[in-house]
């Protein structure tokens, strides 16, 4: 769904609308990479800045697209000086009235499935989960990487059949 975006991204309203429309994927798409959400919530954040810094120099249908790559490099900066480790799960306690099996059960699923998500390359750990988790299609993660929509298709093949060998009933 492309918006043609009149006016200039100095503009605040312009800003504003290029703002509220991406930095939640953005978030996550940086969230995901990172596993950190301070660390996403600060790409984003500078991403955005660096928009208004450049305001002038980037056209309105090229924004979003330059916030992506604004807010990857940020993530690739810091990936160079530190190891990451995703950590994408809920940490709220629920009240249940599962029992104590069925919890253990599933709470040595999801440890089997962060520790099968962390062996998995980062561009297929994050291709798969802004699908199966934010929902996004092939192509909507085709655009934020930068790449085609079939080597997309290759990367979430490789990481669920990485996965289903990881984990039996995925």
Same mark, same amino acid.
């Given at each position: 769904?492309?918006?043609k975006?009149?006016?200039?991204?100095?503009?605040e309203?312009?800003?504003?609308?290029i703002?509220?429309?991406n930095s939640?994927?953005v978030?996550?798409?940086?969230?995901?990479?990172?596993?950190?959400?301070?660390?996403?919530?600060d790409a984003?954040?500078e991403?955005f800045?660096?928009?208004w810094?450049?305001?002038?120099?980037?056209?309105p249908?090229?924004?979003?697209?330059?916030?992506y790559t604004?807010?990857?490099?940020l993530?690739?900066?810091v990936?160079?000086?530190e190891?990451?480790?995703?950590?994408y799960?809920d940490k709220?306690?629920k009240?249940?009235?599962?029992?104590?099996?069925?919890?253990?059960?599933?709470?040595?699923f999801?440890?089997?499935?962060? $520790?099968a998500?962390? $062996?998995?390359p980062e561009n297929?750990?994050s291709?798969?989960l802004?699908?199966?988790?934010d929902?996004?299609k092939?192509?909507?993660?085709?655009?934020?990487e930068?790449?085609s929509?079939?080597?997309?298709?290759?990367r979430?093949?490789l990481a669920?059949?990485?996965? $289903?060998?990881e984990?039996?009933?995925?």
């Open positions: 769904m492309k918006t975006n009149t006016g200039n991204v100095c503009e309203q312009v800003f504003d609308t703002f509220k429309a939640k994927t978030f996550n798409y940086i969230y995901y990479k990172f596993g950190n959400e301070e660390k996403a919530y984003v954040q991403a800045l660096k928009l810094e450049n305001c002038g120099k980037v056209a249908d090229n924004a979003k697209s330059y916030v604004v807010a990857n490099n993530y690739l900066n990936i160079k000086a190891k990451v480790r995703l950590k799960a709220t306690l009240s249940t009235n599962e029992s104590p099996e069925f919890l253990m059960e599933e709470e040595e999801r440890q089997k499935l962060d $520790r998500l962390d $062996r998995l297929q750990r291709t798969f802004l699908n199966r988790i929902g996004k092939y192509a909507e993660i085709a655009e934020m930068g790449v929509v079939k080597a997309i298709e290759k979430m093949h669920l059949k990485a996965l $289903r060998e984990i039996e009933g995925i």
